[in-house]
């Protein structure tokens, strides 16, 4: 499968559990009462994320995204002759 980077170049506001989660007991879901976790904001920038939190007063951390490590390769060196790992079926 072949992922794509779409969609990843947004900083996202998920807000802090206020409570803990319950399970219930007559079907074993889990439950809460809180409704800002299901609350997430998207915005195209740190600095607009920032801005919105000192706006409204939100305790924030600010996480930088790490660069998802991918090799690139094709589908035919799967049958190369130089292949280094072994073919296994």
Known sequence: MQSGTARTKEWVLDYEP????????????????????????????????VAYCERHGIA???FRPTPAARRIISYADNFSFSRRDPWTH
């Open 60 to 62: 924030y951390q600010l």
């Open 18 to 49: 206020e409570t803990p989660r319950e399970i219930e007991p007559l079907m074993g879901w889990t439950a809460s009462g809180d409704m800002r976790q299901q609350i997430r904001l998207q915005f195209d920038t740190a600095e607009e994320a």
